[in-house]
Nanobody, 129 residues
Framework: QVQLVESGGGSVQAGGSLKLSCAASRYTYSRNYCMGWFRQTPGQDREGVAAIYTGTGNTYYSDSLKGRFTISQNNAKDTVYLQMNTLKPEDTAMYYC?????????????????????WGQGTQVTVSS
């Protein structure tokens, strides 16, 4: 069982930055996870933004967002961050944190929402022009 709580969303003007946080509480034997960030707009599927394997810190990115978004984790490996720079109005979405076993990252399907079992409640990001 993993509980995820996102924070850090808000409203920002285009060109600005936000840093999202995902705090994870783990109650299983597994010490490492594949942690992903997704985003969703109304009527659309959740889009994989980035992921990190907490064991090694290996990161994975959507090609379209790499360079503007950076995923990282804290030393305790219980919080994952998403630094978002040069934000655009099209980045407006609900952002979700997700977690599953490390194999999700290793399988190169980190971007697929159906691969993840655990989800946070989401945090809204709104970028105005």
């Amino acid at each position: 069982q993993v509980q995820l709580v996102e924070s850090g969303g808000g409203s920002v003007q285009a060109g600005g930055s936000l840093k999202l946080s995902c705090a994870a509480s783990r109650y299983t034997y597994s010490r490492n996870y594949c942690m992903g960030w997704f985003r969703q707009t109304p009527g659309q599927d959740r889009e994989g933004v980035a992921a990190i394997y907490t064991g090694t810190g290996n990161t994975y990115y959507s090609d379209s967002l790499k360079g503007r978004f950076t995923i990282s984790q804290n030393n305790a490996k219980d919080t994952v961050y998403l630094q978002m720079n040069t934000l655009k109005p099209e980045d407006t979405a609900m952002y979700y944190c997700a977690a599953d076993l490390p194999a999700v990252c290793w399988s190169s399907r980190w971007w697929a929402m159906n691969e993840y079992t655990y989800w946070g409640q989401g945090t809204q990001v709104t970028v105005s022009s």
